[in-house]
């Protein structure tokens, strides 16, 4: 069946009557099997996703469907489906099945989408390439010699494959936006606090964000639009009303970084397309400036030392008694602790969990943790006067194309894949990438926009016109 790429066209022809939701959600199911060997989905919620279609058929028969009906949704596996399993790509949580449904996603399933199964990501979130995944890596289905970006890789590669209209991720340090720049699509990372992280299960609770990975802004904005809100299970959501944009069509203030595009690990492609794309916004009428970038070198420090921090505090729980795997082998408590942790987390986890202790430890707290405080406080006031003088902030997503598996091993290289992202997250705005060129190596690469707090739909309606789809 020739079903419809995005989510608003498939809309359009349910409406017709032209397709049934049963057939679009079989023929997701379909497809991702066929597409078994890149390694997208740990698990197709078979079952679930073909009982939903079939209530959802019904609800539009009798003109009582939400407001997604019909669309065709993945889940990355750090989000919780009650009664479904979710391990956060971890041997840590084979085998878990969760009590509970994460309020975005079950805002989505009120609104009637059709969640078809759970992707693979980084182990716990923690990576830029899905590499280090306990399930394998993930093949960017644009050349499967190359990674599809992380940690929300298999959510970005479940929309480059055609296997879903929505895919649902995390974004941490850029988990939404640089994979979303690696697959060609686009990926929205709202306002911190903007959507519950209630379900999703902890990285970095100060910076975790959920968002939607989309074909194009519209499906995107829908997705967002239900999930988006406050929830009194997460005491950290802002209890702020959604705020509608104001239609504008003058002339947008437009700042970008002169550092990032000059940075020395910029590929040129990628910086002559942005360079063409800041001429033709001008020639557009925007007005379009340099601005400086006070204290870039220290945002991927700074986000490392308190994310580590915060996840060797969040992964605490992991100790095979209260949750988690347990060792079979361990005599006595000490060691159910040390061998439980030991056998169930992956060498990148276990990384980022001595780090965030070592920078939370008595000698070096002031150091380190304390001081990366003080750092993030001027990075968000930076970046929140910048996006006062400007409606938007625009930098590339990323400095490279997506890049062969094993490429990188060295894990500050992995960290540097971080740089232009993380600001967004230290500074708790809204930004999203969009896939706004080839490179000459046949890869796609995105273009990111930033904008104000709460700011998010303004956000959309200002990148689709400057990036009309
Ligand atoms: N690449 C970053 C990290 O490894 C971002 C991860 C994320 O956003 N979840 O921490």
Not at 224 to 232: E, S
Not at 410 to 427: H, W
């Amino acid at each position: 069946m020739n079903t419809p790429r995005t989510f608003h066209e498939a809309k359009a022809r349910l409406a017709s009557g032209a397709i049934s939701v049963k057939a679009l959600a079989q023929a997701a199911l379909d497809r991702a099997k066929e597409h078994s060997r890149l390694n997208i989905f740990l698990e197709l919620f078979e079952e679930s996703s073909l009982a939903k279609a079939a209530e959802v058929d019904a609800k539009l028969a009798n003109g009582t469907a939400g407001p997604l009906a019909g669309a065709i949704i993945s889940i990355k596996d750090n989000l919780c489906y009650a009664g479904h399993r979710v391990s956060a790509s971890s041997k840590m949580l084979e085998g878990y099945e969760s009590p509970f449904t994460a309020t975005a996603v079950q805002r989505l399933l009120d609104a009637d989408a059709v969640i078809i199964g759970r992707t693979n990501c980084d182990e716990f979130a923690m990576g830029s390439s899905n590499e280090n995944s306990a399930y394998g890596a993930v093949a960017n289905p644009l050349d499967p010699s190359r990674v599809p970006g992380g940690s929300s890789g298999g959510a970005a590669a479940s929309l480059a494959a055609g296997l879903c209209h929505i895919a649902i991720g995390s974004d941490t340090g850029g988990s939404i936006r640089q994979p979303a720049s690696f697959c060609g699509v686009a990926g929205f990372k709202p306002t911190y606090g903007r959507i519950s992280r209630y379900g999703l299960i902890a990285f970095a609770s100060s910076f975790d964000q959920i968002g939607p990975l989309a074909h194009d802004i519209t499906d995107a904005e829908m997705a967002y639009r239900i999930m988006a809100g406050t929830d009194p299970l997460d005491n950290t959501s802002s209890q702020r009303p959604v705020e509608e944009p104001s239609p504008g069509s003058g002339p947008l203030r437009i700042g970008y970084y002169r550092q990032c595009v000059e940075h020395p690990g910029m590929d040129a492609g990628i910086k002559a397309h942005f360079e063409a794309h800041v001429g033709r916004l001008k020639e557009e009428g925007h007005v379009v400036e340099p601005i400086d970038l006070p204290m870039a070198d220290l945002f991927v420090p700074t986000y490392y030392i308190l994310s580590t921090a915060e996840a060797s505090s969040n992964l605490g729980r992991f100790d095979g008694i209260r949750y988690g795997h347990r060792s079979k082998t361990a005599k006595g408590v000490d060691e159910t602790y040390r061998l439980s942790r030991t056998e169930g987390f992956g060498p990148e986890v276990k990384r980022r969990i001595l780090l965030g202790t070592f920078v939370l430890s008595v000698g070096h707290y002031d150091a380190y943790y304390a001081q990366a405080m003080r750092v993030r406080r001027m990075v968000r006031d930076n970046t929140v006067r910048a996006l006062e003088l400007y409606d938007l902030v625009m930098t590339p997503t990323c400095p490279t194309t997506a890049f062969q598996k094993g490429h990188i091993s060295d894990p500050v290289s992995m960290y540097l894949q971080d740089i232009f992202t993380v600001q967004a997250n230290l500074a708790g705005v809204p930004a999203i990438s969009l896939p706004t060129g080839t490179h000459g190596n046949g890869m796609p690469f995105g273009t990111q926009l930033m904008a104000k707090p709460f700011a998010d739909l303004q956000l959309l309606a200002m990148a689709k016109r400057c990036f009309p789809q």
